[in-house]
């Protein structure tokens, strides 16, 4: 497998005012992702140094803490869905989200904390109980249509400044009845991989990987076994992780994974708090629920929000993930109101 980049050269003259900022000469790279070929990724190390202001932990818990929400008794503030009502597998508990743009559940993560929780904190049978909750979630809704053909993904953000999201972390499990964009362009690519090569792509990148500048590490044995990457062309941002199942390519998932993928995550979120990170997003994508494909397999991503510890906005997993627009206003809405206007 050949990993591919474009070297572009920087220079420029800097003022000695300035000349403590930034540097007049460097590097940065195009990196071509090696399946989705249209894909490159910029990586620009030289930025590294630039340091976004970070505001004080105490500060952040002093904004937070005052803001209790509804997460914290389920039972009386949650909606309820006619066919499962609530799942809850100890502390984790499933149930619709308010607002829904697709079929989609709120899996609550932790208990009940009346402060903010850092990603650092949360224990790794906290996260597996919510895989495992979430996953029951899919179960019940393939078998009250099972019929119905549908991709299951598990997504998170946790972002500092949103209350939702930092007292009571959680998963939006969502049933989708196509594909994500970039999911749809990875079975798609795949695919074609598979059929030229006769391998398996997510096999040949891992191997590709292993043991290089890149590589992580892994977790599990035989069929539970899960690979942690920082990809060669990240495809969602900065501080971006990369985690392949090695042999399944659909939920559900044996719970075993899901421990391991837990571990996974403990490690990496660990890990981002020593490097200042605070605010995230991931997903963790799958087949149509139920099937088997010999040229995909599960894979998540995970990747930093820009101001580490205080970044909030309206773009979640599904627009920077996704690649997918998610409107609340639609364009007949928009054309209509800009019409009085013109």
Known sequence: MKLEKITIPIKKILPPAIQD??????????RIHPLLKW??????TARAAYKPYIVPESLITELMTPRVHYFTNPAK????????????????????????WTEMAICRITGDE????????????????????????????????????????????FLRTSASSVLHPHFQTLILPVSPPILALMLQEARKYHKKHRQNFFEAYIKEERNGPRWIGEIGASNHRLSFVSPWAPLAGSDEVFFISHSSSA??????????????LHKIFVGYHDMGIR??????CSDVYGTQNNSYRVFGMIWS??????????????????????????????AADLRNHW
Not at 21 to 30: D, I, P, Q, R, S
């Open 114 to 157: 009346e402060e903010s929780i850092s990603l650092k904190d949360i224990k790794v049978n906290q996260w597996r109980d919510a895989f495992l909750c979430s996953e029951k979630y899919f179960q019940v809704n393939q078998d009250a249509k099972p019929n119905f053909k549908f991709y299951p993904t598990i997504n998170m953000n």
């Open 77 to 100: 503030f949650t909606p309820k869905d006619p066919i499962y009502g609530h799942i809850q597998v100890n502390d984790a508990i499933c149930f619709p989200n308010l607002w829904p």
């Open 279 to 284: 605010s995230i997003n991931f997903i963790i």
């Open 305 to 334: 929000r820009p101001l580490k510890n205080l970044d909030i906005s309206d773009r979640g997993f599904a627009e920077i993930g996704y690649k997918m627009a998610l409107t609340f206003r639609s364009p007949e809405m928009v």
């Open 39 to 44: 894909f490159w990724a910029a990586v620009s």
């Open 251 to 264: 939920f559900p998932l044996p719970e075993q994974t899901w421990k391991n993928i837990a571990k996974g």
């Open 21 to 30: 900022f930034g540097k007049e000469e460097y590097e940065t790279e195009f």
